[in-house]
């Protein structure tokens, strides 16, 4: 009798070892999975943040530069190509092909707004224009905070990556769904430096 009780204890106790260990594993995952969609949602945010941005830039340069239409309408193009809907991206879904495309609307709103700022070199009024001047200076800013929010959200990916390909973590995850993220990855030709000419 005090054998079975014994072996039933035992019992008991391996099988609440598993399920703590299987709860604490299934539990990691949905806690690096939110750590990512968090940061997502900060990237999107400072993304948002330029897209805002750009109607009161544009709209301070168009009073100096009128020669410069064809480059304000460019920006104008990009921004909105940059804010369609199908790029508001749900985290959960969040895969290669939707971040390159995300990534590619992106990259060409830095383009046009890159090219804004070097037509405005023609423009000694406007540079001096002090709305103009606190517009540069916020976008810079939000430029900034969009490369810090990109780091750190490679770095969640990283972690929940790590963390879902490592045994016997990658069983869990492949039972309950849990896949691997994306990473934001350098614009196309920025391994090249540009060339300045004077």
Request: aromatic residues 10%.
């Amino acid at each position: 009798m005090k054998k079975s009780w014994i072996i039933i204890g035992v019992i008991v106790a391996f099988v609440l070892i598993v399920f703590m260990s299987f709860s604490g594993t299934y539990n990691g995952l949905v806690t690096a999975q939110e750590t990512v969609n968090k940061s997502w949602a900060d990237v999107q945010g400072a993304y948002q943040r330029r897209a805002d941005l750009i109607p009161n830039l544009v709209s301070t340069v168009k009073g100096y530069a009128k020669f410069e239409q064809e480059t304000m309408i460019k920006v104008t193009e990009a921004r909105a190509n940059a804010t369609r809907p199908e790029l508001n991206i749900d985290p959960t879904k969040l895969n290669e092909s939707n971040l390159a495309q995300f990534q590619k609307a992106q990259d060409a709103l830095s383009s046009s707004l890159s090219r804004l700022l070097v037509s405005i070199e023609k423009y000694p009024d406007l540079k001096a224009n002090q709305n103009f001047l606190q517009l540069q200076a916020q976008l810079e800013g939000t430029e900034n905070r969009i490369n810090v929010e990109r780091r750190n959200f490679n770095e969640k990916v990283q972690l929940y990556d790590t963390k879902l390909l490592r045994f016997p973590t990658n069983i869990i995850a492949g039972m309950f769904g849990f896949t691997k993220k994306p990473y934001f990855e350098a614009q196309a030709g920025s391994e090249t430096a540009p060339k300045v000419n004077f």
